[in-house]
């Protein structure tokens, strides 16, 4: 079992950064993959990064690509989005999530945090 809680997020102007932090709490924090994802008012919950346990291998989605960056610290139990030049099209709930796998869609992940509203003005 893992208990998971967002934190960091806000309001910021376009052009901004965050840092979004998530902590785990219960037992092999480090055998997890974390994902974030984020939904936007209206919309459906999207896929936003991954890392895998060790922290070798992250993706992104293209929106973000470039922007945006994961990491993990195995030893703080907690995983970090890194969020620059932000849109207001980043504007959402982000919520972190783990799994066994790594992967881009949500179904697959079995723990969830409750959220951190992320809004950018333009």
């Known amino acids: 079992q893992l208990q998971l809680a967002e934190s960091g997020g806000g309001l910021v102007q376009a052009g901004g950064s965050l840092r979004l932090s998530c902590a785990a709490s219960?037992?092999?924090?480090?055998?997890?993959?974390m994902g974030w994802f984020r939904r936007a008012p209206g919309k459906e919950r999207e896929f936003v990064a991954f890392?895998?346990?060790?922290?070798?291998?992250?993706d992104y989605a293209d929106s973000v690509k470039g922007r945006f960056t994961i990491s993990r610290d195995n030893g703080e139990n907690t995983v970090y989005l890194q969020m620059n030049s932000l849109k207001p099209e980043d504007t959402a709930v982000y919520y972190c999530?783990?799994?066994?796998?790594?992967?881009?869609?949500?179904?697959?992940?079995?723990?969830w945090g409750q959220g951190t509203q992320v809004t950018v003005s333009s």
């Open positions: 219960g037992r092999a924090f480090s055998s997890y993959a």
């Open positions: 999530a783990a799994d066994k796998h790594s992967s881009y869609y949500a179904q697959e992940y079995d723990y």
């Open positions: 890392i895998t346990w060790s922290g070798g291998t992250t």
